[in-house]
């Protein structure tokens, strides 16, 4: 039996639905076609369901603690809270491939938006190369410290 967090409804259709969400209409309006009415009344139905739902939701929590309850205003919450930060994901990463003048939302785009604004890195999607490690500054205030460590090192 596969783990929740292997089951997610997201893992099978994040890509078929957010690669045409910026070209839909571009292309609709290219060939003239009556598809966009028809894409609308496709996705309507779509947008009223919630991307984590509430059993969902506690099979999560059991992962963590098979011994957690939460209260009806904590679940309604956090089930708010995912469906925030998913729209809010799929916004900023439709506005990144738009800015790179694509139709099509890339993994790129969403480590972007992931790891500016969330500080979020996830491995093993994209590219296979490793992150630079970018070393901390060091300041003026701390290399007068270390001489000071130095000069009373020193003098013992």
Not at 53 to 75: C, F, H, N, S
Not at 118 to 138: S, V
Request: glycine share 4%.
């Amino acid at each position: 039996m596969a783990s929740p967090s292997q089951s997610s409804p997201m893992a099978t259709n994040s890509n078929s639905n957010s690669a045409g969400v910026i070209g839909q209409t571009a292309n609709n309006a290219s060939t003239g076609s009556n598809a966009t009415t028809s894409n609308a009344k496709a996705s309507t139905g779509a947008e009223n369901q919630p991307i984590l739902t509430k059993p969902r939701l506690m099979e999560l929590v059991r992962e963590v603690d098979t011994t957690a309850q939460l209260d009806e205003d904590v679940e309604e919450l956090l089930l708010q809270i995912a469906d925030d930060f998913v729209e809010d994901a799929v916004k900023a990463t439709c506005a990144f491939a738009k800015h790179r003048k694509v139709s099509k939302v890339e993994v790129r785009d969403v480590q972007l938006h992931l790891e500016r604004k969330w500080n979020m890195w996830i491995p093993g999607f994209g590219t296979d190369e490793l992150r630079p490690y970018k070393r901390a500054a060091i300041t003026e205030a701390h290399k007068q410290r270390l001489a000071l460590i130095r000069k009373t090192i020193k003098k013992y």
